[in-house]
């Protein structure tokens, strides 16, 4: 089946720029099942749940293994504003992710195609169909915008 990818992806904006409103880094993530129903939807929430570990991807992917009754996810996608940290990375692997589609890079933290390629490395289990760049102008203006906004406030 093929995704509207743009449609999910403007989900996922939605959803980072509810992380903005609410001070959390703005990133958003949409999981689609592979017969394209919307599975789970979240936003950034580490400060407001004090969770290092409370990133849009993973509360995305425990919401929709909850919903799936399944800590496997074959034939999934994932959608994210920003190109997923190793963590992230990791768990959608775990959760056999099929595909992972990201706007923005990451230069700092990315581990899909910038710092790390763990997303295609042939020695996990696992793999994932990638493609970046997705909306990437918008995606990466929200994030320069939120931590613009940070910099005004710390000066």
């Given amino acids: 089946m093929g995704f509207d990818l743009p449609y999910y992806m403007h989900q ?55 919903a799936c009754r399944n800590y496997r996810l074959t ?18 692997i775990h959760a056999r992710v099929a595909r992972l589609v990201y ?15 763990m997303a295609s490395d042939s020695r996990l289990n696992h793999r994932m169909d990638t493609q970046g760049g997705l909306m990437e102008p918008e995606c990466r203006a929200l994030m320069q915008s939120f931590f613009r906004m940070r910099r005004k406030k710390v000066a």
């Fill in 12 to 66: 996922a904006i939605e959803e980072a720029k509810t992380a903005f409103e609410e001070g959390e880094v703005p990133i958003g993530a949409l999981l689609v099942s592979s017969e394209g129903a919307v599975l789970a939807r979240a936003h950034n929430r580490m400060v407001g749940l004090s969770d290092a570990t409370a990133h849009a991807e993973i509360l995305a992917i425990r919401e929709a293994c909850l």
């Fill in 75 to 92: 034939g999934a996608l994932l959608v994210v504003t920003v190109e997923p940290c190793p963590m992230c990375v990791g768990a959608a």
């Fill in 103 to 117: 706007g923005a890079s990451d230069p700092k933290w990315g581990a899909v195609a910038s710092l790390y390629e």
